[in-house]
């Protein structure tokens, strides 16, 4: 098969499958990139490792919570064997007590690591579902203001000055920007902080400055010397919610996640005002362990509080899908691939025979496929899927009430909490 040639969304390949297994292409050569992106629990990861052992590719991970080492389970790492398989950049390359590791960072840190890769003759195939890393990297880092080590010791002065309370520190920003002090939630005292330092450094609020988790414009830079190949992985939401669920559980009941935020806690290596302890999964359960942690007088039944947690931790793992799936929703530089095609009346045997396909089509050839009236069509089936799935409700599947795991579960959730008790460990609230 020709591989510029261009073959619509849908189409049967013409090639037999017996010879697409066969043929491995090497796309070095022309500054191919390839950026895989969609909502978490998708299957992103999985895709790239097939296609990196495939494609002669190595893998940059554009997740914000990978970078950092010690959080495993719930950033879901790829493991040591699939690192051992395929090389990984950007994985376990900062220190989640030292929190410094910007959105800057990562830009300047990915694409040394393209460079790298296509210098030694490998396909980059640039993996997450951070909105900002990926778009930082396929668009370009937006003009932001720098904060020099002076303003951050400044703006650190004037927190520590309000001795971790929330709404005194919280007035600082507002007196300087409202409109951003109300979009904060509660205890973000990353962001807050990063907001002081960033309007002390340019006299400018947030407010005034350029947005840049917005939309981008629909066209790619023409000065990037990179051919920047971009798919969005969807599924039906209703699977995707099923998928996201049994993960949740199984970070729960077989990854050990519970113990994992402990330790990290009892080593003060995470803390409620850094930025890794406000990702999915460590967020609910530090405010769960933190409960139990105060519960002296035993007031709220085990049993209830750890339902109750378990359905806040599925639900809002939902929600970031959410999110993820509106922050590209408007992006036209990006093609929707189904993981499943027949539920979304696409007609293709292989995801991974299909996204390499769709790789090696020339520049022409792989926009057309983006602006084709089939990717219009996705966009609107899976917008139709929207107002049914606001009455999903989870139902668990491995950690069922009063069962083995369930009682496991409640049992280290104690122990931890007993042990975060007994260290009467300071936390900032």
Request: glycine letters at 4%; one cysteine or more.
């Given at each position: 098969?020709?591989s510029s040639?261009?073959?619509?969304?849908?189409?049967?390949?013409?090639?037999?499958?017996?010879?697409?297994?066969?043929?491995a292409?090497?796309?070095?050569?022309?500054?191919?990139?390839?950026?895989?992106?969609?909502?978490t629990?998708?299957?992103?990861?999985?895709?790239?490792?097939?296609?990196?052992?495939r494609?002669?590719?190595?893998?940059?991970s554009a997740?914000?919570?990978?970078v950092y080492r010690n959080?495993?389970?719930g950033s879901n790492k790829?493991?040591?064997?699939?690192?051992?398989?395929v090389?990984?950049?950007?994985?376990?390359?900062?220190?989640?007590?030292?929190?410094?590791?910007?959105?800057?960072?990562?830009?300047?840190?990915?694409r040394?690591?393209?460079q790298?890769a296509?210098?030694?003759?490998?396909?980059p195939i640039?993996?997450?579902?951070t909105?900002?890393?990926v778009?930082w990297?396929?668009y370009?880092?937006?003009?932001?203001?720098e904060s020099?080590?002076?303003?951050?010791?400044?703006?650190?002065?004037e927190?520590a000055?309000?001795?971790?309370?929330w709404n005194?520190?919280?007035?600082?920003?507002?007196?300087l920007?409202?409109?951003?002090?109300?979009?904060l939630e509660?205890?973000?005292?990353?962001?807050?902080k990063r907001?002081?330092e960033?309007?002390?450094?340019?006299?400018?609020?947030?407010?005034d400055?350029?947005?840049?988790?917005?939309a981008?414009?629909?066209?790619?830079?023409?000065?990037?010397?990179?051919?920047?190949?971009?798919?969005?992985?969807?599924?039906?939401?209703?699977a995707l919610?099923?998928?996201?669920?049994?993960r949740?559980?199984?970070m729960?009941a077989?990854?050990?996640?519970?113990?994992?935020?402990?330790e990290?806690?009892?080593?003060?290596?995470?803390?409620?005002?850094s930025?890794?302890?406000r990702?999915?999964?460590?967020?609910q359960?530090?405010?769960?362990?933190?409960?139990?942690?105060l519960?002296?007088?035993g007031?709220e039944?085990?049993?209830a509080?750890?339902?109750?947690f378990?359905k806040?931790?599925?639900?809002?793992?939902?929600?970031?899908a959410?999110k993820?799936m509106?922050?590209?929703?408007?992006?036209?530089?990006?093609?929707?691939l189904?993981?499943?095609?027949?539920?979304?009346?696409m007609?293709y045997?292989?995801l991974e025979?299909?996204?390499?396909r769709?790789?090696?089509?020339?520049r022409?050839a792989?926009?057309?496929e983006v602006?084709?009236?089939?990717?219009?069509?996705?966009?609107e089936?899976?917008s139709?899927?929207g107002?049914?799935?606001?009455?999903?409700?989870s139902?668990?599947?491995?950690?069922?009430p009063?069962?083995?795991?369930?009682?496991?579960?409640?049992?280290e959730?104690?122990?931890?909490a007993?042990?975060?008790?007994?260290?009467?460990?300071?936390?900032?609230?």
């Amino acid at each position: 098969m020709d591989s510029s040639a261009f073959v619509p969304s849908g189409a049967k390949l013409g090639c037999p499958r017996k010879l697409r297994r066969c043929r491995a292409v090497s796309m070095a050569s022309d500054r191919k990139v390839l950026v895989i992106s969609g909502p978490t629990a998708v299957g992103k990861s999985s895709l790239a490792i097939k296609l990196a052992q495939r494609l002669d590719g190595e893998i940059i991970s554009a997740d914000s919570v990978q970078v950092y080492r010690n959080l495993d389970v719930g950033s879901n790492k790829p493991s040591e064997e699939e690192r051992r398989t395929v090389k990984h950049h950007l994985i376990d390359v900062a220190l989640p007590e030292e929190d410094d590791y910007s959105a800057g960072q990562f830009f300047h840190d990915a694409r040394a690591a393209t460079q790298d890769a296509l210098g030694r003759g490998k396909l980059p195939i640039v993996v997450g579902g951070t909105s900002m890393y990926v778009r930082w990297f396929v668009y370009g880092k937006p003009p932001t203001a720098e904060s020099s080590p002076e303003v951050r010791e400044q703006v650190e002065r004037e927190v520590a000055e309000v001795h971790g309370d929330w709404n005194a520190a919280l007035n600082l920003l507002s007196e300087l920007d409202k409109s951003r002090a109300e979009k904060l939630e509660k205890n973000d005292w990353y962001r807050l902080k990063r907001s002081l330092e960033i309007i002390r450094s340019s006299d400018r609020t947030i407010t005034d400055l350029p947005d840049v988790g917005a939309a981008p414009a629909a066209v790619m830079p023409e000065k990037s010397d990179l051919d920047v190949r971009c798919i969005f992985l969807i599924d039906s939401r209703q699977a995707l919610f099923k998928r996201i669920d049994e993960r949740c559980e199984i970070m729960l009941a077989k990854n050990g996640l519970i113990s994992e935020v402990a330790e990290l806690l009892l080593e003060n290596r995470l803390r409620l005002e850094s930025s890794p302890t406000r990702a999915i999964g460590y967020r609910q359960v530090i405010e769960y362990l933190l409960a139990r942690k105060l519960d002296l007088e035993g007031v709220e039944d085990p049993k209830a509080a750890f339902r109750s947690f378990l359905k806040v931790f599925m639900s809002a793992t939902r929600q970031y899908a959410r999110k993820q799936m509106q922050w590209f929703r408007s992006d036209k530089n990006f093609l929707w691939l189904p993981i499943y095609p027949a539920d979304f009346e696409m007609n293709y045997d292989n995801l991974e025979y299909e996204a390499e396909r769709l790789i090696s089509l020339d520049r022409e050839a792989f926009d057309a496929e983006v602006a084709s009236s089939t990717q219009t069509r996705l966009r609107e089936l899976y917008s139709a899927e929207g107002p049914s799935m606001k009455r999903y409700i989870s139902q668990p599947v491995l950690i069922t009430p009063d069962g083995q795991i369930e009682r496991k579960l409640l049992a280290e959730v104690e122990n931890s909490a007993a042990r975060l008790r007994a260290e009467e460990m300071y936390i900032k609230t």
